[in-house]
C-alpha cells in the first residue's frame, strides 16, 4: 500500500521559521513534491525533489532522504499570506498521491 | 504565463444526471490528470490520460467516470449517474511529462460540482 503522514495543524508567527515534516510509504517512488493551498483554491506547486538534499526557491526549501523516506518543507520569513494548507505529495508511475495536508496558522 | 482553464466554475445537478466537466490544459502539455477533493479533505487522484488513453486511474474511478480528449485542446470529465458523495471540488491538471519527469503538475482553477 501507500501512505503519507504529515501533522494536520501547525501554528508559527509572522517573520519566524516552520518546517513541515512528511514520512511516506509507496511504491514505484519518483520523488517528493510540495503543493500550497489557499482556501477556496487550487494547489501550486512549490518544489520538487527526487534525489536527497534540500532543494531552495526563495523562502521555501524543501528536503529529502530516500533512505529515510522522509521529507520537509521549511518556510523561513513567514509572512500572512504564508496561511494555507501545505501538501506533500509522491510521485509514482504516473500519478501524483497527496497527503492529507498541513494547515499552517501564522500569528502576527 | 500559460495556464490551465476549467468550465464551469460550480455545477450544481440532481442526483441521478450525468455532468460533464470541461477543462483546457496547457497547450505544450501531454499528460492530463483528474484530482477530486472533498470539503476539507486532501486532494485525490482520479485518473491519468496520455496520448488519447487512460495512464492510470484509482479505485474511485468506476465505470460511473469517464474521460475523453474530443478535439485537440479539450479534457473533460465526464460522471453519469451522480450521487450525493459525488459533491466535491474537481481539479484538471497538465503536465509536460509523467513519472520521473512530472516535475510540476499544474493546477485547474477547479469546478465545484454541487449535487442535490
Known amino acids: 500500500g501507500q501512505s503519507l503522514e504529515q501533522p494536520s495543524e501547525v501554528t508559527a508567527v509572522e517573520g519566524a521559521i516552520v518546517q513541515i515534516n512528511c514520512t511516506y510509504q509507496?511504491?514505484?517512488?519518483?520523488?517528493l513534491s510540495w503543493y500550497q493551498q489557499h482556501d477556496g483554491g487550487a494547489p501550486t506547486f512549490l518544489s520538487y525533489n527526487a534525489l536527497d538534499g534540500l532543494e531552495e526557491t526563495g523562502r521555501f526549501s524543501s528536503f529529502l532522504s530516500r533512505s529515510d523516506s522522509y521529507g520537509y518543507l521549511l518556510l523561513q520569513e513567514l509572512q500572512m499570506k504564508d496561511s494555507a494548507s501545505y501538501f506533500c505529495?509522491?510521485?509514482?508511475?504516473?500519478?501524483?498521491?497527496f497527503g492529507k495536508g498541513t494547515r499552517l496558522h501564522i500569528l502576527p | 504565463e500559460p495556464e490551465v482553464t476549467q468550465t464551469p466554475s460550480h455545477q450544481v445537478t440532481q442526483m441521478g444526471q450525468e455532468v460533464i466537466l470541461r477543462c483546457v490544459p496547457i497547450s505544450n502539455h501531454l499528460y492530463f490528470y483528474w484530482y477530486r477533493q472533498i470539503l476539507g479533505q486532501k486532494v485525490e487522484f482520479l485518473v491519468s490520460?496520455?496520448?488519447?488513453?487512460?495512464?492510470?486511474k484509482s479505485e474511485i474511478f468506476d465505470d460511473q467516470f469517464s474521460v475523453e480528449r474530443p478535439d485537440g485542446s479539450n479534457f473533460t470529465l465526464k460522471i453519469r449517474s451522480t450521487k450525493l458523495e459525488d459533491s466535491a471540488m474537481y481539479f484538471c491538471a497538465s503536465s509536460v511529462g509523467s513519472g520521473a519527469g512530472s516535475l510540476t503538475q499544474y493546477f485547474g482553477p477547479g469546478t465545484r460540482l454541487t449535487v442535490l
Open positions: 490520460f496520455y496520448n488519447n488513453e487512460i495512464s492510470e
Open positions: 505529495a509522491v510521485h509514482r508511475d504516473d500519478k501524483i498521491i
Open positions: 509507496t511504491s514505484g517512488f519518483y520523488g
